[in-house]
């Protein structure tokens, strides 16, 4: 049964909703609906599920682009309904016939509702009915096949059957099927006798080209017994209390090393070095990034050649008269060859094919049906779709302003929190070392958390950075458990009025489960203010598999109800990928957290905003 059915405009105004079904939705599903799919360049998808706390809800929706209306359907996933589909393209139809942007009450839409919901149900039972009429039929012809299959073997065995025990040539049958996919009986009881006839010691010499001789199974078995027992017997020779290690290697005769662990063995409580901190300038994060807004309007010829109508279907005069006077309604054949060149264009940038496409199904949602004006290619109009998208989704859903909310901690008397996650190499300690820098400008105290206590150097190379940024580091060596060390250096920085405390974690692979377990355990035990993913503007598919994995692991793995996740992103090694910027949309695309930070370079300045204008224009050059 449907829960609720609506019609709104795109810009919000709900025009008809569906009195009949006064059920009151448990959570907001259409609110989830337009921020995580509508706004999101997700409408391409056929269906979306919302999970709240004792319901579970699959929507499904149509657009009339060119009245720019939007029919939803909300529905109890558990109970698959057939003819929602059906019943949102009829309503579609109706609905647009009644139309007028002037009028805001359609009551007199609730008779027509019924009848097309009447219809549409008859349909779905009707196609339930045949479909339910046709399978038997299927079964019935399958079961005879198996029966006459089933019956001929046996006829065979009880003709065959005595020459398999005693001369040892019967019909092998082993292996084969019936045409409908099952094994009949028959081959098992062949088989049967072929074991016992074998277990007598009777060779199988069947001159049939797909027998199986059971006797060379049996070499083969005897061969690896042999093997087996020679490798016990090996491997029993050496006396089990005695336990080879093995021995350092000395050089020279020289006395043996101790481990080499050289961090500060003081307490752990960090150290303050007095180095006099280098003035590198300043950050690029401060700095507005000039952007020329007259952007051309440079269209490959390889669109214009794609989006040109064939010669075969369409004449001259036609695709003239077609230019001038414009198209009555686009549809998906006009929008495919445009859409495919632009998908070829993004992947060659470095985006990752699965977004792509999922882009391109976004972009022929919201353009089909639309009308196309004179004098306008569908080219451009494709282009301007997509400019539009892609500005839209790397725009921040939501402002995080680190320096607002460092302040509005402090208030509170409490630091403010940062964890630097990512895979393996991707530069987390040094970018973090560039915010530190960045912080420091704006006269904000900064406290660096070596919680690395895996990868050999870690501790080192941030007391480095600590000690050329003249700033205090919390850490307690190797092979300790980082959420303890995370916690311990967040209430050091709570004693020493530090406003922000910057962890350092150590790298993971997203499918290593135990390492993401105790990242998990991190950010549960501390609850920082903010999760920064580094990531790097090189990977191209992989960036969808890291940040997918890495939020599904951080969700699966926390003791947490409503655990958290990844809040922002770091993009690094951006000054290495020239116009390949495709890595910074699948990122946001993939986990909706916006691009925070953009490392492009090795020095402490080379930190700077995301600039969504040129990427996008990057993006479709």
Known sequence: MLEQLLIFTRGGLILWTCKELGNALKGSPIDTLIRSCLLEERSG??????DSAGAAYTLKWTFHNELGLVFVAVYQRILHLLYVDDLLAMMKQSFSEIYDPKRTDYSDFDEMFRQLRKEAEARAEELKKSKQVTKPMNTLKKQGGQLQKGG??????????GLANDDGNSDNMRGRKSENGHSNVGNVEIEESRVTGVANGKENTSSNIGAFDVSKLQKLRNKGGKKTDTVVSEGSKPDPKKKITKKNRVWDD??????????DPAGGNGSNIEVEAADHGESMMDKEEVFSSDSESEEDEE?????????????WFSSMFQSIAGKANLDKADLEPALKALKDRLMTKNVAEEIAEKLCESVAASLEGKKLASFTRISSIVQAAMEEALVRILTPRRSIDILRDVHAAKEQQKPYVVVF????????????AKVAYWLLQHKVSVMMAACDTFRSGAVE???????????PIFEKG???DPAIVAKEAIQEATRNGSDVVLVDTAGRMQDNEPLMRALSKLIYLNNPDLVLFVGEALVGNDAVDQLSKFNQKLADLSSSPNPQLIDGILLTKFDTIDDK???????VYVSGAPVMFVGCGQSYTDLKKLNVKSIVKTLLK
């Open 254 to 263: 020289s006395p043996p090393e101790s481990k080499l662990d050289f961090t």
């Open 152 to 161: 001929f073997e046996r006829g065979s065995k009880r003709s065959g059957g």
């Open 581 to 587: 910027v495709g890595a910074a949309l699948s990122m």
């Open 303 to 315: 669109v214009g050649k794609h989006s040109k109508p064939d010669a075969k279907k369409t004449g």
């Open 421 to 432: 996650v990512g895979v393996n190499g991707v530069g987390k300690s040094t970018n973090l």
């Open 45 to 50: 998808l056929a269906s979306f599920n919302y």
């Open 478 to 480: 190797y092979e300790k």
């Open 461 to 471: 190379q941030l007391r480095t950075h600590a000690r050329r940024l003249q700033v």
